[in-house]
């Protein structure tokens, strides 16, 4: 398969970034409070990271666990607060108390993006009705990615999904690129890329410490070459 993998990688800090880069990534995610699943970050971190490497970076754009929304207007300003840091790229992601997505919340922080590329996170991996929430938001401005192991408990159990999300590749709802992370091991490689899955997504991977560790590039180069050789 001639079409080089993307390689996307957790980063918490400025040492987190240059390693990744190091490494071989091709983009970084930035997040904090990975005990929260990942949080909005510090604009100073953002602004940091932006000087230090040179590689593509999505800032997520959430401010507490779970998958609700909250304040919307709070997520607004973040979002303009980070634009104004230096991000030009995000990942966010909204749930309704049913399991749908919130369009509403959505919509609000998009229209704050103006035009700036974003990742649907994991949150699609917790709604009802996958299929729905897909052609919902087809057609949103900005929207290129989803991030995704398939099913909540990661990879393993969501591997099914994820072959048959990817056979429907360019199809409505279908033309944003899967991002598959979540439980994601290098074991899952081959048969992903075989499916013509493109794009990885790795955060303890990349910490042979654990995530009270920083990322090493040793760690992202062993997924570079692995990604490189399939």
């Given at each position: 398969?001639?079409?080089r993998?993307l390689?996307e990688?957790?980063a918490l ?8 880069q ?6 970084l995610?930035l997040?904090?409070?990975?005990a ?19 590689i ?27 634009r104004e ?5 995000f990942v ?30 994991r949150?699609i ?9 897909r ?15 398939g099913?909540a ?6 591997m ?14 279908y033309?944003?690129?899967i991002l ?9 490689v081959?048969?992903l ?11 303890g ?5 654990g ?9 992202v180069?062993e ?6 050789a399939?």
């Amino acid at each position: 398969m001639s079409t080089r993998a993307l390689l996307e990688v957790i980063a918490l800090d400025v040492e987190d970034a240059v390693a990744a880069q190091t490494g071989g990534a091709d983009r970084l995610e930035l997040v904090t409070d990975i005990a929260a699943d990942g949080l909005t970050p510090r604009a100073g971190t953002v602004t940091a990271i932006r000087a230090a490497v040179d590689i593509p970076l999505r800032v997520m754009l959430r401010l507490a666990d779970g998958f609700a929304a909250g304040e919307t207007g709070r997520l607004v300003d973040a979002a303009r607060e980070m634009r104004e840091a230096g991000a030009s790229e995000f990942v966010l992601g909204f749930l309704d108390p049913h399991g749908g997505v919130d369009v509403y919340a959505v919509e609000r922080v998009v229209a704050e993006l103006d035009g700036c590329a974003w990742t649907f996170h994991r949150a699609i991996d917790r709604a009802a009705d996958r299929d729905a929430l897909r052609k919902q938001l087809d057609g949103m401005p900005g929207l290129d990615a989803y991030l995704t192991a398939g099913a909540a408990s990661g990879v393993d159990d969501g591997m099914p999904t994820l072959l048959s999300e990817a056979a429907h590749r360019g199809e409505p709802g279908y033309e944003q690129q899967i991002l598959v992370g979540g439980g994601l091991r290098l074991e899952h490689v081959p048969r992903l890329r075989s499916a013509g899955v493109e794009a990885f997504h790795i955060g303890g991977a990349a910490r042979p410490a654990g995530w009270t560790g920083p990322v090493s590039s040793a760690a992202v180069a062993e997924w570079r070459e692995a990604l490189d050789a399939v």
